[in-house]
Each structure stands twice: as C-alpha cells, then as structure tokens.
C-alpha cells in the first residue's frame, strides 16, 4: 500500500509540474496576445474572462465544433492541449470522406498562413488565427471564443475552404498560385 501511495504521490507531483508549465505558457501566450493587440496583460484577461462568460451563457455551449472550454482565471486542460496541439484538433475535424492527401495540403497551408499558431496576428492585413482569416472576427460565426480557442477557428477555417475552394488541396493551389500568397 505504502509503494502504491508514493507512486501516486510522485504521479500527482508530476501532473501538477505539468500544470504549472502550462500555466505559464498559458500566461506567456497571453503576453504575447497584448502585445500583439497592443494592449495590457490585465485587459487580455479580462477581455478573455468576458469570452469565457458570453461563451458559457451560449445556447449551443458545450455540443458540436469548437465547443472546448475556454481559458479562464483557473485555466483548461482540454483548451490548453488544443492551443498545444492544433494539428490534432484539425485531423479529427477534417471530413473523413476526403482523400488522405487532403490533409497533406491542409496542414502546409495553415503552417506557411500562421505556422498553426491560434495567436498568430498579421499586422498589416489584421489577419488572425491558425486560418489567417481577415478579419479575425469573422470567426465569431463559429464561437465566442475565436479569438483563442484552435477548436474554433479549425471549425471556421474548414467550413471557409469547402465554401470557397471545396477541398484544402484546392486552397493549397490557389495559395501557391498567388504573390504575395493568401488563400
């Protein structure tokens, strides 16, 4: 009993290490958004907290695309995974009728718009997000919490490419095509 209490002990330090860093992390990306923005650290959290409430008061909240928590005061474990690991979000949204090579073209796509970063922000056009849309806000039509949750803007980003282009590999040639490159 005594071994099995000091294994779930040292697990249990482990996870809160891991929390803590993704505490910090949560807390770095959100310096990086003020700046971005040019704003305070204060107003982003703020700004963030009020998300998270019209997000929550949402008749749809917590059912279909884009529905993770968002990041609060107390943090999210499922948000901060997606915010780490926007790729895998993606794969599990991309239309699994679609050919395999589809997701090839996806991912070069949004990694030469935003290098799959949820935060990335193009200061001369606006363009915000892992899609690059322009403007970012119009990724509210997918959920509140656009601004940073990947969920979110892979849900936009997906339904713009199959209205605009019908596949990723048909935005992929359309971004090649074009200088300097947009899709």
């Known amino acids: 009993v005594e071994t099995k209490l000091a294994a779930v002990q040292l697990e249990a330090t482990g996870a809160s290490e891991v929390a803590s860093r993704i505490q910090t992390q949560q807390q770095e990306m959100l310096v990086e958004l003020a700046a971005a923005r040019r704003t305070t650290l204060e107003a982003e959290q703020a700004r963030l907290e009020d998300l998270a409430s019209a997000a929550k008061a949402a008749a749809g909240f917590g059912a279909g695309r884009g529905s993770l928590p968002l990041v609060s005061s107390g943090g999210s474990a499922e948000l901060t995974a997606a915010q780490l690991d ?24 949004w990694f030469a718009e935003s290098g799959w970063r949820w935060s990335a922000s193009n200061p001369s056009s606006g363009a915000y997000g892992i899609p690059q849309s322009l403007p970012g806000s119009k990724m509210a039509s997918a959920g509140a919490d656009w601004l940073v949750n990947p969920s979110t803007q892979i849900a936009w980003g997906l339904g713009y490419i199959e209205s605009r282009y019908g596949t990723p590999c048909a935005a992929w040639q359309a971004f090649l095509s074009r200088s300097p490159h947009w899709y």
């Open 86 to 109: 926007p790729r895998s979000i993606a794969r599990a949204m991309l239309d699994p009728s679609l050919d395999a090579s589809q997701w090839g073209c996806l991912d070069r796509l």
